[in-house]
């Protein structure tokens, strides 16, 4: 969840919204769309470490 996530969100419509003139408050579509994903990036990497440390307590009792 910590990469793949954030890597499809980010790479996935990439190439269609690169190649099209959608333009967004006078910022290219692409431009914003990779903005709107770093909360999603920080986000899904705070679950996994969330994740893993709960695990790790689990494990260790």
């Known amino acids: 969840m910590g990469l793949v ?3 499809l969100a980010v ?3 990439l190439p ?3 190649s099209g003139t959608l333009v967004i408050g006078g910022i290219p579509a692409a431009l914003v769309w ?3 994903c770093l909360p ?3 986000l899904c990497m705070a679950v996994a470490w ?4 709960r695990d790790r307590q689990d ?3």
């Open 50 to 53: 969330k994740l893993e440390k």
């Open 59 to 61: 494990r260790d009792d």
């Open 40 to 42: 999603l990036t920080s």
């Open 11 to 13: 790479l996935g419509p």
């Open 5 to 7: 996530l954030p890597f």
């Open 34 to 36: 990779l903005f709107a």
């Open 16 to 18: 269609w919204l690169s």
